[in-house]
């Protein structure tokens, strides 16, 4: 018996008498040592947290914009101050999606990760974030009110999500995209034929269900699936880039939907 030898040391298979071919075929080339639970647990952990903080950093600017527009007012709102807060914030994510995607693949997916975690730590901490628009906006209104207000609808993302996990393993990411983008459509037609209604402060309530229920599809759809689409979808050596492109495009297309929505509430 062997006791002592190095760490992968694997025993010799037993000599057998047949032929050269029958040893071989009883010889495994290479041993496959299964994961254990902890190990497939902390990559999902350790990506989980990344989207928890990359989630709060994106919907905070919503408070800080509602409390910017208590403190200044018509100064604040009147002069284009608010709309550049949201153009600079939208550019920087922009940016900082396309230059990930690329340095993931030319230099190395860790490294940009943690170096992309530095700065999302150091700026959070001087309050620069990106922008979700608050959804609940009177000046009569509190703050503890249209922050709760947003409390309950950023509550929507949770369920999407989860169904839109068991979905996509159920019917394919592609087809779990499609889906949820179709059925986002719809319930956002829904909600902009019915807005006259929805806008009054006594149907806050309704407002808040059926834009949850919007973002939600949103989660179960484009947020769960984007990424499996285009991990499936292209070479692993472009991979970072080719879901930074497709990152980016969304983000663009939201920053154009959010700076021409008050021209268009106002027509």
């Known amino acids: 018996m062997k006791l002592f030898g190095k760490k992968n040391d694997v025993a010799e298979p037993p000599v057998d008498s047949g032929s050269d071919s029958n040893n071989l075929a009883n010889v495994d080339p290479l041993a496959e040592i299964p994961k254990g639970r902890w190990d497939r647990i902390w990559p999902a952990m350790a990506c989980g947290s990344g989207l928890f903080s990359d989630g709060y950093i ?12 208590t403190i200044y007012g018509d100064a604040y ?4 101050s608010q709309k550049n807060v949201n153009a600079i914030t939208f550019a920087g994510t922009v940016l900082g999606q396309l230059v990930f995607g690329y340095t993931s ?6 490294n940009s990760l943690l170096v992309s975690t530095i700065i999302l730590i150091v700026f959070a901490a001087l309050g620069a974030a990106p922008i979700l628009a ?12 249209v922050f709760g207000w947003n409390t309950v609808i950023n509550l929507f993302y949770i369920p999407g999500a989860m169904l839109g996990s068991i979905f996509s393993d159920f019917a394919g990411p592609k087809y ?12 956002g037609f829904i909600m902009a034929g019915l807005y006259p209604h929805l ?4 149907n806050v309530g309704g407002f808040a269900v059926v834009y949850g229920i919007f973002l939600s599809l949103g989660e179960f759809g484009p947020g769960d699936n984007i990424g499996l689409v285009a991990s499936k979808t292209c070479a692993t050596g472009v991979r970072g880039q080719y879901y930074a492109i497709a990152a980016a495009t969304g983000k663009i297309g939201a920053f154009i939907g959010t700076y021409i929505f008050p021209y268009i509430e106002k027509a």
């Open 134 to 145: 608050n959804i609940y906006n009177s000046k009569t209104a509190s703050l503890t009110t």
């Open 105 to 110: 693949d030319k230099w190395s997916r860790s």
């Open 58 to 69: 994106n919907n905070v600017i919503g408070s800080v914009s509602t409390m910017l527009k």
């Open 176 to 187: 779990a995209l499609m889906i949820g983008v179709f059925l986002q459509g719809i319930v």
């Open 77 to 80: 709102t009147k002069n284009g």
């Open 199 to 202: 806008a009054k402060p006594g």
